[in-house]
T-cell receptor, first 117, second 115 residues
């Protein structure tokens, strides 16, 4: 596709429910990132994939958060037993290190706004 | 600790005027990249401009330019001839040229453009 897409755009969950957020990166992009953006704040790193390998999950706030990218393209961020503090926008970004340019800019999707009631 | 500070929560500028958004960062790394992203209400983060830390020359992209002061760890964004469409949240970010290349973002500056 032309850009990074995410679905759903909006999700309302009752406290205690499980949710799954999907990210379709730009075709061929090797790297995929998940960020959490609380209201009025900048995005904060959650986890990073290089192809299907999850190389960094240091930003995941608890063991209720789980991410996967089984075939190295589409990724899913799953939150189990959602809590009110999980309410935020979840942004996905992809990038492809370009040989010889040393430019590692990330391309972002529109995000999923999660509201936990 | 790696941090990015944007000390201006909100800025206003008259249409066609110039505005400067400030950003400072803290890192012990020597090789890194700096970015300014724009986030309109649609939430889509759009890259405005980027700067490689090893380059002394300040980056420019049309009406957007940066003032990069490596020793001071400062990376300000200047928007010239401001347009109504420039109104958005602006985030400063950097990543280290190794490891995961994850971004560290500032808290953002909301820019209002007055007609």
């Amino acid at each position: 596709g032309a850009g990074v897409s995410q679905s759903p755009r909006y999700k309302v969950a009752k406290r205690g429910q499980d949710v799954a957020l999907r990210c379709d990166p730009i075709s061929g992009h090797v790297s995929l990132f998940w960020y959490q953006q609380a209201l009025g704040q900048g995005p904060e790193f959650l986890t990073y994939f290089q192809n299907e390998a999850q190389l960094d999950k240091s930003g995941l706030p608890s063991d209720r958060f789980f991410a996967e990218r089984p075939e190295g393209s589409v990724s899913t961020l799953k939150i189990q037993r959602t809590q009110q503090e999980d309410s935020a926008v979840y942004l996905c970004a992809s990038s492809l290190p370009r040989q010889g340019t040393n430019s590692y800019e990330q391309y972002f999707g529109p995000g999923t706004r999660l509201t936990v009631t | 600790a790696q941090t990015v500070t944007q000390s201006q929560p909100e800025m206003s500028v008259q249409e066609a005027e110039t505005v400067t958004l400030s950003c400072t960062y803290d890192t012990s790394e020597s090789d890194y990249y700096l970015f300014w992203y724009k986030q309109p209400p649609s939430r889509q983060m759009i890259l405005v401009i980027r700067q490689e830390a090893y380059k002394q020359q300040n980056a420019t992209e049309n009406r957007f330019s940066v003032n990069f002061q490596k020793a001071a760890k400062s990376f300000s964004l200047k928007i010239s001839d401001s347009q109504l469409g420039d109104a958005a949240m602006y985030f400063c970010a950097y990543n280290i040229a190794s490891g995961t290349y994850k971004y560290i973002f500032g808290t953002g500056t909301r820019l209002k453009v007055l007609a």
